[in-house]
């Protein structure tokens, strides 16, 4: 971490937990409640949920983003299905084939474009319908916000969706940043979740602040049949689950969703305006979340990395594409100090 600020653009993981979650936690550790999710602290997070997303929904509350994933496709996909998503989708990259390994399906990359899967990429790809020799196409799965810090646009999500009925396949997001793409786009989750034809949903609540929460959102309440056992054999039912749920319905209720990711996104676009006018950085990608990606040269990322640790993401002949990732405490001061140093290093 930076020895000036103790805080660094590693990754939004790296934060710690807000004030008013351990708030929240503390508030549920008091006397004795039915285990598993048997608890008014779940009700009201799922309630919250529903708020959100419509009545009809179904949701579960789970440890990591993986098994968020994981057992959202399972819910979609058998052993001969398979899912398509991106060549540097999470679950293609990410997860140590705990998609494949867990559920059996098989995973068909696509090339990106800008971080996004795009109906003209993916519509060669779904082939062998009915073919006992080939996996059968089952599941689209994209991230919101992309791995590369883009945003899917309403249309291009709606786009996707068609080839998913045009095909009779399910949709996945993958919403690990899913508050930083809602304060991108400046409209509520539904419209551009559910109101889009999105099936499930990996709600991401880590990366915003929470302690190990994230939720599985049915859509599609069909999907959500035998979730209570793939849940307990994933191994993901929490025995003591209000201190889970308890986290999310402050999140959800008191908007902190909104005001971290509002932060973290401001910060990014922040850093983009003071690294960008340094000669020998060039922004990868359009910033339009919380990640600022950019090539620079080899020699100088170890002196940066000394004092703001950050990950490199692709490597080059002479240069290095280099992940800035913000979170809900980055500040501007962080930001100043780190585009000073780039430039001391760079000029």
Known sequence: MSLRTGRGFTSDNNSGVLPEILSAIAEANVNHTLAYGDDPWTQKAQEAFQRYFGEGVEVYFVFN???????????????????????????????????????????????????????????????????????????????????????????????????????????????????????????????????????????????????GAEAVVFLNPNLARDFIFRRKQGMQLASKMRFVSAQFEPFLTQKLWEKNARHANEMAKYLEAKVSCISGVEIAYPVEANGVFAWIAKEVIPELQKEFPFYIWRTGENRDLVRWMMSFDTTKEDIDLFSSLVKKHLG
């Open 65 to 211: 983003g993986t098994a968020a994933n994981v057992l959202s496709l399972a819910s979609c996909a058998r052993s001969f299905e398979a899912v398509f998503c991106t060549d540097i989708a999470h679950i293609y990259e990410d997860e140590c084939g705990a998609p494949e390994g867990m559920t059996g399906c098989k995973l068909i990359p696509i090339e990106n474009e800008n971080g996004k899967l795009t109906p003209q990429k993916l519509i060669p790809k779904i082939t062998g319908m009915g073919n006992p020799h080939h996996v059968q196409p089952k599941v689209i799965s994209i991230s919101q916000t992309t791995e590369v810090g883009t945003v899917y646009q309403k249309e291009e999500l709606k786009a996707l969706s068609q080839v998913a009925k045009d095909y009779n396949l399910y949709f996945h997001m993958d919403g690990a940043r899913i508050s930083n793409a809602a304060v991108a786009l400046g409209l509520p989750f539904r419209e551009f979740t559910s109101q889009v034809g999105v099936d499930v949903l990996s709600f991401g609540g880590t990366k915003c602040g929470l302690l």
